[in-house]
């Protein structure tokens, strides 16, 4: 069955540094987003892109963030200047993008600690 | 007024009894509407999905709609401990964007 990958499945880092977080989405879906869950609290959507371009962002994706899909199947979530508040798992998902009721299926997470 | 609403728990069922899950939510224009199951450390797994007003029943698990109160229910039926996880609402108000609620820790007891 397919599914969304994500890699890698740790990644620590300083405070200040760039980390590029990486999905690959299903095949044939449309639509990708990225999520954050900082530990104990809920899932946050941070973004979602279609067709090349970003569709809507959250509050929490602000000019620190960038997405970007830079071939066929890549679809990357960069942190230019990582805070120690950006420690988290970070989910990619995608979906099909027939519908607004098309379901969203969730990579395993990459965990990201900023020290 | 938070978008997805519900009661964090803990929720503690004996095994073999049923387990109820509530949510609400705030966004009228809402259009569907999932349950997810959150293992610790796990990404969400999809449990069950719903986008019209009533019951849908797929195995153990009943999803129940009312748009007019903004209401979404899960039922597990025979709760086993395997079932003990984090159930997470969420809903999704267009394409473009899915809002979760902070999850409900459910434990069934042996």
């Known amino acids: 069955e397919p599914e969304v990958t994500q890699t890698p499945s740790h990644q620590v880092t300083q405070m200040g540094q760039e980390v590029i977080l990486r999905c690959v989405p299903i095949?044939?879906?449309?639509?990708f987003y990225w999520y954050r869950q900082i530990l104990g609290q809920k899932v946050e959507f941070l973004v979602s892109f279609y067709n090349n371009e970003i569709s809507e962002k959250s509050e929490i994706f602000d000019d620190q963030f960038s997405v970007e899909r830079p071939d066929g199947s890549n679809f990357t979530l960069k942190i230019r200047s990582t805070k120690l508040e950006d420690s988290a798992m970070y989910f990619c998902a995608s979906h099909i993008g027939l519908a607004a009721t098309d379901t969203q299926y969730f990579g395993p997470g990459t965990r990201l600690t900023v020290l | 007024q938070k978008e997805v609403e519900q009661n964090s728990g803990p929720l503690s069922v004996p095994e073999g009894a049923i387990a109820s899950l509530n949510c609400t939510y705030s966004d009228r224009g809402s259009q569907s509407f999932f349950w997810y199951r959150q293992y610790s450390g796990k990404s969400p797994e999809l449990i069950m999905s719903i986008y019209s007003n009533g019951d849908k029943e797929d195995g153990r698990f009943t999803a129940q709609l009312n748009k007019a109160s903004q209401y979404v229910s899960l039922l597990i039926r025979d709760s086993q401990p395997s079932d003990s996880a984090t159930y997470l609402c969420a809903v999704n108000r267009t394409n473009n964007d899915m809002r979760f609620g902070a999850g409900t820790r459910l434990t069934v007891k042996p």
């Open positions: 095949s044939n879906h449309l639509y």
